[in-house]
């Protein structure tokens, strides 16, 4: 018996998808994280933080947008 498996991608880029999905997952992943550390980080190190969620705040916007502009492309 032989069985063929195959797969439809429904996206043109869909590894560009499925990488910025990763990379959207671990941006998140970092920003929980950065938003525990408040919870007891010193006054010194709460300015870092600060400017940290502030960059990854940015790149969750920045991926995002890019997901969506590949969803707009094959969507038209």
Known sequence: MIMTV?????HD????V????EQLQMLYINMWEL???LEYVTPDQRVVVY?????IRSEIV????????????QHP
């Not at 499925?18 to 999905?21: E, H, N, Q, T």
């Not at 920045?62 to 492309?73: P, S």
């Open 6 to 10: 195959s797969a439809v991608a429904f």
């Open 13 to 16: 880029n869909t590894f560009a």
């Open 62 to 73: 920045r991926v995002i947008t890019e997901l969506l502009a590949h969803d707009q492309r």
């Open 51 to 55: 400017e940290e969620i502030a960059h």
């Open 35 to 37: 938003l525990t550390q």
């Open 18 to 21: 499925f990488d910025l999905r």
